[in-house]
């Protein structure tokens, strides 16, 4: 990780980064989001870029120089631009529908599923088989797509299921008829 660590982060116009001891505070357009900094690591910053160092070369040292740049980077793309996950319903009768802010989703259960909004991640359904999540963190924005695709996780025969956009499910063959 220390090779991730050692490579400056650039700041957009627009973003401002504030430092205190132990947590640097990224502002942007979007919104605002804060990394605590780990013991051992530390934050030089210039105008145009973030640099991050370390104190000494130990493995957890280098792992965390590696992890918190990581952090930062995500934190400044997050208030600049934002993050956004796309699911797509495959299935017969599985649907989503805006429910406020959150979404209710129909998935061959007896029952409908509601999903309710997390502060500052925003859930849309432009048709009734696609649902994007938008938000600043992409942590938040990545755990509410896994548990949203956990629901109903694509499965191997017929590829019924939520899946991510993009995402390749593998097909398997069914039983071959008994001869």
């Known amino acids: 990780m220390s090779k991730i660590g050692r490579t400056p ?3 957009p116009a627009g973003v401002t980064l504030t430092q205190s ?3 640097v505070a990224i502002k942007g357009p979007k919104g605002q989001l ?10 030089t910053q210039t105008p145009e870029e973030l640099s991050v160092t370390r104190s000494d070369d130990t493995r957890q040292s280098k792992a965390n120089h590696g992890l918190i740049r990581s952090l930062l980077q995500n934190a400044i793309i997050g208030v600049s631009q934002g993050f956004t996950k796309t699911l797509k319903l495959v299935g ?3 649907r989503a529908q805006a429910k406020g802010a959150g979404v209710s989703l129909t998935l061959g259960f007896s ?4 999903q309710s909004a997390v502060p500052g991640i925003t859930l849309t359904v432009p ?17 509410i797509a896994a548990e ?8 191997p025969y017929k590829g019924k299921g939520i899946r991510y956009e993009g995402e390749i ?3 398997k063959q069914g039983k071959a008829a008994a001869a």
């Open 9 to 11: 982060i650039s700041i």
């Open 21 to 23: 001891a132990r947590e």
């Open 34 to 43: 804060s990394v605590t900094l780990l013991s051992g690591i530390a934050c």
């Open 92 to 94: 017969t009768g599985y």
């Open 111 to 114: 029952h409908p599923i509601l």
């Open 127 to 143: 048709d009734t088989e696609t649902i994007i999540i938008t938000g600043i963190d992409k942590q938040q924005v990545g755990q």
């Open 148 to 155: 949203l695709r956990s629901l109903r996780s694509p499965e």
């Open 169 to 171: 499910v593998r097909r």
